[in-house]
């Protein structure tokens, strides 16, 4: 009589340095954010002009949050899906020390809230940013879309990449290489016409945003730049994604680090300063836009205004440069847009439900999200997530203040989340014979206080910013203390349930 074998699923090594990278690429997906992000960052009143020097000074912060990770990955490539919440709780342990292991529930439970504050919500600002998009694109062709209809949008999408996720990591992958290639092409493609634009000049312009290329390059004003950064997060985050895939990679000590670096230097330093150049480079008075009040804007007054203004600019410049074929170049950058967003959300999305079930499998989280399929997927927390995608991403299409205070809430996680990761990179190297001081003592240090200052930014300017920055930024800090209170019950709960102390006194540890 034969037996069946009953063994739970487990998870699959199937991925090497591609796979690992391009889902960390997916997730930063350049061709998209500049279409998407690119409305909040006109939007900053008064610091418009400093979206470049912003992105930079982000980017700075995410090479050396980067770097940590890719030091925490190689000397824990047993973290599975736990990445940055594993690395917590062993920068503790390893210490081999009762003083030092108490903290590390508490550790690894603070790490968790922030991964889940950054990667719970993230999908929904991409839902919301899609039913945007689609609303847009149906408006060029004289199609207004209703809220319930706009509300269908964001819950069919949501449903869409559902069932994407929870056909496994491999899958996944593939799709994401696929758009990685026809993003990037794009993105360089609209670069250059952008540039040969302003350089030849076919509609006569006279009032640039900028007025030289230099002026793109260098700073105008400090709190605005660094206001700015806070936004740019959100469209660096997700280069250490990869480090939540260790359990499907084939060769985690070696892939994961390099994934890390990788897709931040292509996706990072080389597209997102090229198309961020290339745009505020064709920015001028040429850019026309009529609110519903009648009001016309031009430059980034109206780029502030336009639910697209990426669309809006290639519309004038594929006119002007392409024979009158703006709106063609439109729809095929709309186009990758789209497959830029599905791809954001679908890493997103298979990030979150990792480091979810990591916590579940650790009984720190309801045990429904550690549940895995046939496609060794957790599945159960896809739809979870989906549902929640949905729902404040219906939320977030509402207007650009309640998009803009998701995103923040959503980027305030992830410099929590990087923070404490740069922090631990010191603990878990400090004292023992492969210390570097530099890679494992400046380097940290410099991330820690560069995540911690965003974090700081995000609150003093932005509620210092009258208009969109201050109100967006409340709805951000509501965000933030309704999951901190909402974790935190469930911490105590829990805790009481198990008989497990959050702190527990040293000679309760076990040697």
Excluded at 7 to 27: E, F, I, N, Y
Excluded at 344 to 350: D, G
Excluded at 492 to 498: D, H, P, Q, V
Aim: proline content about 4%; hydrophobic content about 55%.
């Amino acid at each position: 009589m034969s037996q069946t074998n009953t063994a739970p699923p487990s998870m699959r090594k199937t991925l090497g340095l591609t796979g690992v990278t391009m889902s960390a690429m997916a997730l930063i997906a350049p061709g998209a954010f500049l279409w998407l992000t690119f409305q909040l960052q006109a939007a900053n009143v008064g610091g418009a002009t400093d979206m470049w020097t912003g992105i930079v000074t982000a980017l700075i912060i995410a090479f050396l949050t980067a770097l940590s990770f890719s030091e925490l990955a190689r000397r824990y490539p047993e973290a599975g899906t736990g990445g940055s919440y594993y690395f917590a709780e062993k920068a503790f342990l390893d210490r081999n020390d009762p003083k030092y292991a108490r903290f590390a529930r508490l550790a690894k439970f603070i790490t968790g809230w922030a991964a889940h504050l950054f990667y719970w919500v993230y999908p929904s600002v991409m839902v919301a940013f899609m039913v945007v998009l689609v609303t847009y694109i149906l408006s060029q062709f004289g199609v207004i879309v209703p809220i319930p209809a706009q509300i269908a949008i964001a819950a069919g999408f949501s449903i869409l990449v559902g069932f994407i996720a929870v056909r496994g990591i491999t899958g996944s992958t593939r799709i994401s290489l696929v758009i990685n290639i026809v993003q990037l092409i794009c993105l360089i493609g609209f670069s250059v016409l952008a540039i040969l634009f302003r350089l030849q000049n076919p509609l006569g312009a006279t009032e640039w945003v900028h007025p030289t290329a230099s002026s793109i390059l260098i700073p105008h004003n400090l709190s605005a730049m660094l206001f700015q950064s806070t936004l740019a997060m959100l469209i660096l985050v997700g280069f250490e994604s990869s480090t939540a895939l260790a359990a499907e990679s084939i060769n985690p000590q070696r892939d994961i680090p390099r994934g890390v670096v990788i897709s931040l230097l292509i996706q990072g330093l080389f597209a997102y300063l090229l198309e961020y150049f290339a745009a505020n480079y064709a920015l001028s008075e040429k850019l026309v836009v009529t609110t519903a009040d009648g009001i016309t804007l031009t430059g980034i007054a109206a780029a502030a205004a336009s639910t697209a203004p990426i669309g809006d600019l290639a519309k004038l410049i594929g006119d002007a440069m392409l024979g009158q074929n703006g709106f063609a170049l439109m729809l095929i950058v709309a186009t990758t847009v789209a497959l830029s967003i599905l791809g954001t959300t679908l890493a997103a999305i298979n990030t979150a439900v990792r480091i979810s079930f990591a916590m579940s499998q650790d009984n720190e989280m309801p045990e429904v999200l550690g549940v895995l399929g046939r496609h060794a997927t957790p599945h159960k927390a896809v739809w979870i997530l989906v549902g929640v995608s949905a729902v404040l991403g219906a939320v977030g299409m509402k207007d650009i203040i309640a998009l803009t205070g998701l995103t923040l809430a959503s980027n305030f996680g992830a410099c929590l989340l990087y923070g404490l990761t740069c922090g631990m990179t010191f603990i878990a190297f400090f004292g023992r014979p492969e210390f570097n001081r530099f890679k494992h003592g400046v380097i940290p240090a410099l991330g820690l206080l560069g995540n911690l200052g965003m974090m700081l930014t995000i609150v003093v300017i932005g509620l210092g910013t009258p208009g969109t920055s201050q109100e967006a930024t409340k709805l951000a800090l509501r965000i933030m203390i309704a999951w901190a209170i909402v974790s935190g019950a469930y911490l105590l709960w829990n805790s009481g349930e198990r008989g497990k102390p959050i702190l527990p006194k040293e000679n309760q540890i076990a040697s």
